[in-house]
């Protein structure tokens, strides 16, 4: 959060700035975001699930132009040497979205694949998990990984702000909701190398996850970067209302789930 502040102030400094130099810097950095930037109607699903794809490659996962700091990966300290890496967001789809006037609350929910990777610790930087690990890492024994699925849910209290006679959403610290899924491979067949090592590595995959809080270190840096964005710009460039639709009173929810599948 201070993050954001402080970038949202270098931010306003520059723009005065390039005011004074009698050029609008500005103007042409927020034309540009007009290629990243999908607004979808309150019926369109498909077009939200656009949209959050576009955000995640070219604002969430960092942005220098915007101030929007390159989102990290987390990686923690496991032992011998070597680290844990969480990776996934950048393949995260948008599964679910809803906007509640009445609550005002926003909620998304994304899913992604979660690559759960042993690394070397070649920069002595990683964080030390929630709870430490106690282990003695066997010398030469291959580096671990598993890639099983995780799911976030997001829920934005928000306030709607007019300035300049445009509506922005403000969002307010959000709560999230972090499920890791890693599946229970113990019906697997072990006379088969393949099967047994998939089993040993979900297993360990599993042990692994219990040692840090994923919402707070995965998640959060990521869905943080959402509330910078929307400071920046109005409502009107992410929803389009129809004539007899509101910002006050919007209200929809769509969701994987609810998409009938295929006969
Ligand atoms: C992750 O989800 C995908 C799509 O639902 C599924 O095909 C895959 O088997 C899941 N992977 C694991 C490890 O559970």
Redesign the pocket.
Same mark, same amino acid.
């Given at each position: 959060m201070l993050f954001n502040i402080f970038h949202l102030g270098s931010m306003r400094v520059w723009c005065l700035l390039s005011l004074l130099f009698g050029h609008c810097v500005c103007k042409v950095y927020f034309d540009k975001l007009d290629r990243y930037i999908i607004s979808c109607h309150t019926t369109d699903f498909e077009c939200f699930k656009r949209q959050y794809k576009a955000l995640r490659d070219n604002v969430l996962l960092g942005n220098d132009r915007l101030g929007i700091p390159t989102y990290e990966h987390y990686v923690f300290a496991y032992g011998g040497g070597t680290c844990v890496k969480l990776t996934g967001l950048e393949e995260s789809e948008l599964a679910a979205i809803k906007f509640e006037s009445e609550q005002k609350k926003l909620t998304l929910v994304l899913?992604l !694949?979660l690559r759960i990777q042993q690394v070397k610790d070649t920069i002595k930087m990683c964080a030390r998990p929630d709870r430490e690990f106690n282990i003695v890492q066997p010398q030469k024994s291959p580096l671990m990984r598993?890639?099983?699925?995780a799911t976030i849910g997001i829920t934005y209290p928000y306030k709607l702000k007019k300035k300049k006679g445009m509506v922005y959403l403000q969002l307010e610290d959000e709560n999230l909701d972090v499920i890791l899924?890693? !599946?229970d491979l113990s019906h697997f067949h072990l006379n088969s190398e393949v099967e047994a090592k998939l089993y040993e590595w979900?297993e360990w995959a599993y042990e692994v996850v219990q040692h840090v809080d994923a919402a707070e270190y995965f998640a959060l840096p990521y869905t943080s970067q959402l509330r910078t964005l929307m400071d920046h710009l109005p409502l009107y460039r992410f929803i389009m209302l129809y004539p007899e639709e509101e910002y006050e009173d919007l209200q929809f929810s769509y969701s994987e789930a609810t998409v009938p599948t295929n006969p």
């Open positions: 899913e !694949p598993f890639t099983g699925n899924d890693i !599946p979900s």
